[in-house]
């Protein structure tokens, strides 16, 4: 079993920053990649980043590419999502996730991929 919390989330003007973290407990955490998606009510799940358990390879979703950045501490269990030049559009609920135990290096795109869940942290940009 893996537990995740998020936390960070709130209400910020359009271009400002926000951190988002993910707490992770449990099984093997240091050897699972971790992912972000977010989703707002009607509208299917959206991936936004992904990084692998080793900090070697990180992934972004064509949306966030350029503005968002993960960064990831396995000893402190925690990977966080630091979001810049945040749009209206980035409004939504923000989820983290981890894969099964996987090989270095590899990260997953596709949330059917990602086995434990957390429960969101509200993320709302207005303009």
């Known amino acids: 079993q893996v537990q995740l919390v998020e936390s960070g989330g709130g209400s910020v003007q359009a271009g400002a920053s926000l951190e988002i973290t993910c707490s992770l407990s449990g099984e093997m955490t240091n050897i699972r990649a971790v992912g972000w998606f977010r989703q707002v009510p009607g509208k299917e799940r959206e991936f936004v980043a992904s990084v692998s358990w080793d900090n070697h390879v990180i992934r972004y979703g064509d949306a966030v590419k350029g503005r968002f950045i993960v960064s990831r501490n396995n000893y402190m269990g925690w990977v966080r999502l630091r979001m810049n030049d945040l749009k209206p559009e980035d409004t939504a609920l923000y989820t983290c996730?981890?894969?099964?135990?996987?090989?270095?290096?590899?990260?997953?795109?596709?949330?059917?991929?990602?086995?434990?869940w957390g429960r969101g942290t509200q993320v709302t940009v207005s303009s």
């Open positions: 996730a981890v894969t099964a135990p996987i090989s270095k290096g590899v990260v997953r795109v596709g949330s059917n991929s990602y086995v434990f």
